[in-house]
């Protein structure tokens, strides 16, 4: 009887026979799920004194805390979501620490997160979190109010309010952290740092609904993970000490990430940062609003090394009358809409150096990134960058970006690659691992977004012989001037090149020759004057635009409207030209 056991144990350490697809090997590891929560308990072991937290609170006071004291606090934060029963979480909310520690204690309780605009209207705050099902809210004290709509359909959801204040026993978002007194519920022991599925959603983000009602991307561990981990690598974040610098370089030299939050947490779960900017230690310096004199103060006096913003903040922030060239080069990623030639050279000269990115909501923020080339430097300086402006190439997390073929003579699943030599226009698409589940409770919209099996973005771009991409426009915003396309983004990028120009923004106005023409709204620097006639009699003479891209109105108005990240909301243009309206 022994020796059928002792060729069944003499089995086990022969080559394996068996011709399935497993792979026999793995079984022998412990392999976890892709989450990144678990980076701020890992930060928090590795580095517990490390500086996570700056904040200058509601009421002006500093908030420090190191990466030990930001653990604990999110830990105790999933603690009391979970003792609630709580699994849909919405938070209305600035760039605050109660937001950030909302980001790890929502998915360590096994809860879904829901951040949202607090820019919106009553009724749209009420429709998102009537529609992403939400069972509390935490919310700051600041936007209260916003929430009567939805108090009114929900009296049973209850509200945390955060006062954003320093730890005191009168701020209710402050006392619910410290009812969670027996020290293990402090630690993440038997919480979710580690989902039980990757693919589980932890987040909805939800897209601007400036066309229709918003949607509720939804995000997963896996992909919130990975798209993290591609931003660590894309936009550089991950800097450590060095005991080789040399002396003259020593008061330039930092020891770590310093992540300045200029743009909203909200907005597509910051483009994964919460996430990234922890996994390697780095330090949160977060703002409750965008003040651009403060934001120079804290360039010019704190060790930041980062920041994220759109086109349309960076022009603003350069054109401050605070501006300086920094002692040092800061790392800017760019993205939300295309950026100019000509702000990327402004931004340079201040040390503000950009690190281009294009993605969606859908995405996880940026999916694609323009890399710079050694054989850029000897080009001339309109040139270099010029290919600084286009959006390049997929991220290392994903898959390479394509352009395929589009309009009305093509159908919405046929999937046909266009011409490699950046002339044939056609849609961006998307595959791979950093493209988000779906939409939350809307089938339909989740078919359209993948038909043919590729993520649609809607945004036309030329396909450059490089392999990178140059985005051109959204499909609704391309010009048709007498038979001709007009991309209202190269238009735009012409006209800030006028020295009293600031921002413009450009969409297509009815004519009865040729059908279309483009209008033009423009904002005026500090200090300058123009005119519209003046700035068409420029436009006529200046190098590198036809004649039928010349506006044939351009009005100049105080402030164009914009989305939360800084997109020019051409919907509204559009309205305005409708209107015929003369003021914004």
């Known amino acids: 009887m022994a020796l059928p056991r002792l060729q069944k144990l003499a089995a086990h350490l022969l080559p394996s026979t068996n011709n399935s697809n497993e792979v026999p090997y793995l079984h ?3 392999h976890h799920s892709l989450s990144p929560t678990a980076f701020l308990p890992r930060a928090a072991a590795i580095e517990p004194d490390a500086l996570a937290v700056y904040h200058q609170c509601s009421t002006g006071e500093i908030v420090e805390r190191s990466y030990k004291e930001l653990s604990e606090r999110a830990a105790a934060l999933a603690w009391w979501l979970r003792k609630g029963g709580f699994k849909r979480v919405g938070i209305l909310c600035p760039n605050t620490p109660a937001f950030l520690e909302a980001v790890y204690a929502v998915a360590g309780a096994g809860a879904v997160q829901i951040g949202v605009n607090y820019r919106l209207k009553e009724d749209d705050v009420a429709y998102i979190f009537e529609h992403a099902q939400a069972d509390i809210i935490l919310v700051d004290k600041e936007y209260v109010s916003l929430l009567n709509a939805f108090k009114a359909a929900h009296p049973d959801v ?15 978002y402050e006392k619910a952290l410290l009812s969670i007194i027996p020290e293990a519920e402090r630690t993440w022991i038997g919480l979710e740092h580690h989902a039980k599925h990757e693919e589980d959603v932890i987040a909805l983000a939800y897209t601007s609904g400036t066309t229709a009602r918003p949607k509720g991307v939804e995000y997963t561990h896996r992909g919130c993970y990975l798209a993290a981990m591609g931003n660590v690598i894309e936009s550089g974040l991950n800097i450590e000490a060095s005991a080789t610098a040399p002396p003259e370089l020593e008061s330039q030299k930092l020891d770590r990430c310093g992540y300045l939050w200029t743009l909203p947490i909200f907005h597509a779960t910051g483009w994964t940062f919460p996430w990234a900017v922890t996994a390697i230690r780095g330090t949160h310096f977060l703002l409750r609003k965008i003040d651009y004199p403060h934001i120079w103060k804290l360039l010019s006096s704190q060790p930041i090394t980062h920041f994220n913003a759109a086109p349309t903040v960076n022009t603003l922030l350069c054109a401050d009358e605070n501006a300086v060239k920094l002692p040092r080069p800061v790392r800017v990623t760019v993205a939300a809409s295309p950026p100019t030639a000509h702000l990327f050279q402004t931004m340079t000269e201040l040390n503000l150096h950009p690190v281009h990115v294009y993605g969606l909501t859908e995405t996880y923020g940026p999916i694609t990134k323009g890399y710079h080339m050694p054989a850029w430097s000897s080009m001339a300086e309109k040139d270099k960058y010029a290919q600084m402006a286009r959006q390049g190439h997929g991220f290392v997390t994903s898959q390479a970006v394509r352009v395929i073929k589009t309009g009305d003579d093509v159908p919405l699943d046929q999937v046909e690659d266009v011409e490699r030599n950046g002339k044939e226009i056609g849609e961006i698409v998307f595959t791979g691992n950093i493209c988000a589940k779906g939409y939350f409770r809307d089938a339909e919209a989740t078919r359209k977004l993948f038909a043919g099996g590729v993520l649609h973005s809607g945004d036309l771009a030329v ?8 985005i051109l426009d959204r ?3 391309i010009i048709i001037s007498g038979g001709e396309n007009i991309s209202s983004v190269a238009l735009e990028s012409m006209l800030v090149t006028n020295p009293s120009i600031l921002e413009a ?17 423009i904002t005026v620097k500090q200090g300058k004057e123009i005119t ?17 891209m010349v506006p044939r109105e351009v009005e100049v108005v105080k402030e164009l409207p914009k989305t939360s990240t800084g997109k020019i909301r051409k919907n509204e243009l559009r309205e305005w030209a409708r209107e015929g ?3 914004a």
């Open 532 to 548: 519209g006639e003046e700035v068409i009699a420029w436009a006529k003479q200046a190098r590198g635009i036809s004649r039928f």
């Open 463 to 470: 396909w450059h012989e490089d392999g990178a991409i140059k």
């Open 505 to 521: 923004g450009v969409v297509a106005v009815q004519d009865p020759k040729w059908g279309e023409c483009p209008k033009a709204y």
């Open 28 to 30: 022998n590891f412990n």
């Open 158 to 172: 209850p509200f945390l309010v955060d006062e954003d204040t320093p730890p005191n026993q009168t701020n209710p």
């Open 581 to 583: 309206r003369k003021d």
């Open 475 to 477: 499909a609704k915003d």
